[in-house]
């Protein structure tokens, strides 16, 4: 007698999703498509320790191996096949897109940024002609590192921008930080001070949990609560002595955040290149 049979592809995309479920956490949410002629597989939202569901949401892409990831001698393997246009289409969609490869018979799982693949191979993707991902075994699943790449891509944007707010600022920055080190420790900081003060703060934070740059410096609530305790007038927010402090932590962290921008664009210097010459010129120049 004869009966209809499973097609491979249909068990190895079921195989692919069920051990993506596996592998994600358990409170994290995962909504497969029906509709995937688009190169969607499944909405997923990551949900906070504390269970809370907040909006943080990442678009999935799955593709599988029933036999085994077939490694090339470096370590890594070529996802080929997809369509420019699947790529155009993820790289436009508003939240990020991540590509999930599933070796089936070693139960593992890895996973690529669409966006960071495009920006490190852009010259070849400007040509529109094909567009090929290098999965790395190095890019294995796990889920601290998948969210630290997750939030890096929803907060690019603001990264473009910081990036060029403090190479435009590092030379005020150093003279405001020796302009502080060694005025009377009782000074109160005055407005204006306070407020350029505030920016740098905010801008040398960012890049450091951006980057994963451990940072020294204590956050700004930190710097006026201590500030109250010591001086208790209440008059200024923060004093002279307070910025003092700290200058020799900045100036560390200036030398950190610097280099890791340079290794950064220059990982990234093809879509510099197109993007803004002027940032990748002028960080690779910088004494």
Avoid at 10 to 36: C, G, M
Avoid at 147 to 153: A, I, V
């Amino acid at each position: 007698m004869k009966y209809p049979k499973r097609a491979k592809q249909h068990i190895s995309e079921s195989a692919s999703l069920n051990l993506f479920n596996l592998v994600i956490p358990d409170n994290w949410i995962a909504r497969e498509l029906t509709e995937k002629d688009y190169g969607i597989d499944c909405y997923l939202e990551i949900v906070n320790d504390d269970n809370d569901i907040t909006g943080e949401l990442t678009l999935i892409q799955l593709k599988s191996k029933l036999n085994g990831v077939p490694w090339t001698k470096q370590d890594y393997y070529t996802l080929t096949g997809i369509k420019i246009s699947t790529t155009n289409y993820w790289d436009n969609l508003a939240v990020p897109v991540f590509i999930f490869l599933t070796d089936i018979i070693n139960r593992k799982v890895f996973f690529k940024s669409v966006d960071k693949e495009i920006r490190i191979n852009y010259q070849s993707y400007l040509k529109q002609e094909k567009f090929n991902y290098q999965i790395n075994k190095s890019d294995e699943f796990t889920i601290q590192d998948f969210k630290f790449q997750y939030f890096k891509e929803k907060q690019r944007k603001q990264f473009e921008n910081e990036l060029v707010f403090f190479l435009s600022n590092l030379e005020k920055y150093s003279d405001f930080q020796s302009e502080h080190r060694n005025r009377d420790f009782h000074m109160g900081i005055e407005p204006e001070d306070l407020i350029y003060f505030e920016s740098m703060h905010r801008n040398y934070s960012f890049l450091c949990s951006y980057m994963n740059i451990p940072n020294s410096i204590s956050t700004l609530s930190q710097l006026k609560n201590k500030s109250r305790e010591r001086f208790k007038d209440g008059y200024y927010e923060l004093y002279e002595l307070d910025i003092a402090e700290c200058v020799e932590d900045y100036e560390k962290q200036t030398k950190s955040i610097t280099e890791e921008l340079i290794k950064l664009i220059n990982e990234e210097s093809s879509f510099w290149i197109s993007s803004n010459l002027t940032v990748l010129n002028f960080i690779n120049n910088i004494d």
